[in-house]
T-cell receptor, first 117, second 112 residues
Framework: GAVVSQHPSWVICKSGTSVKIECRSLDFQATTMFWYRQFPKQSLMLMATSNEGSKATYEQGVEKDKFLINHASLTLSTLTVTSAHPEDSSFYIC?????????????FGDGTRLSIL | GENVEQHPSTLSVQEGDSAVIKCTYSDSASNYFPWYKQELGKGPQLIIDIRSNVGEKKDQRIAVTLNKTAKHFSLHITETQPEDSAVYFCAASKFGNEKLTFGTGTRLTIIP
């Protein structure tokens, strides 16, 4: 149980284009999803917290207009990197949790490797 | 905010020996401490977690200990196997469903 699927797993695109990454909880309803960014050989840095049906909460220093997050249903959150540039190249990982009073742990997807040329 | 430090950054142990990874945290309000294993090109996988009302938790070859007074917690892997080779991250949060602060990671290599 507690499977989180992320798609695509790998994407290469030209500078200036927008890229959408999907995060799905396959066997549970995720009231809260998180988006992380990870550079090579580094730890995970939280970008934003996404609650179903409400606006995402962004961490300090993360541009909300650059990284658009939508959590329209209990099983799907999307991250759109708008007008991507080479410095946006990174490994993006989502996690999902049941949230609320259930105090359930976070389960992670397998990440999306984004390369901007 | 919370700050989590993790040591060592790299660890090599002989197959069959034990491995210990240690973390310290700064926020006394943290109550939830998970450990994740990350293999190359994959997302982190939860391997064990502990909450502040418990001092120790064990799951087969993996155990975690927590000292709330000293604000540190440790991961213990016994009888290590080659498939244990990966990067391990500790993390802390107030509750499991709230944002996690991660340690810097430990690259564990099991030598056959």
């Amino acid at each position: 149980g507690a499977v989180v699927s992320q798609h695509p797993s790998w994407v290469i695109c030209k500078s200036g284009t927008s890229v959408k990454i999907e995060c799905r909880s396959l066997d549970f309803q995720a009231t809260t999803m998180f988006w992380y960014r990870q550079f090579p050989k580094q730890s995970l840095m939280l970008m934003a917290t996404s609650n179903e049906g409400s606006k995402a909460t962004y961490e300090q220093g993360v541009e909300k207009d650059k990284f658009l997050i939508n959590h329209a249903s209990l099983t799907l959150s999307t991250l759109t990197v708008t007008s991507a540039h080479p410095e946006d190249s990174s490994f993006y990982i989502c996690s999902a949790t049941l949230g609320g009073y259930h105090n359930q742990p976070q389960h992670f997807g397998d990440g999306t490797r984004l390369s901007i040329l | 905010g919370e700050n989590v430090e993790q040591h060592p950054s790299t660890l090599s142990v002989q197959e069959g020996d034990s491995a210990v990874i240690k973390c310290t945290y700064s926020d006394s309000a943290s109550n939830y401490f998970p450990w994740y294993k990350q293999e190359l090109g994959k997302g982190p996988q939860l391997i064990i977690d502990i909450r502040s009302n418990v001092g120790e938790k064990k799951d087969q070859r993996i155990a975690v200990t927590l000292n709330k007074t000293a604000k540190h917690f440790s991961l213990h892997i016994t009888e290590t196997q080659p498939e244990d080779s990966a990067v391990y991250f500790c993390a802390a949060s107030k509750f499991g469903n709230e944002k996690l602060t991660f340690g810097t990671g430990t690259r564990l290599t099991i030598i056959p």
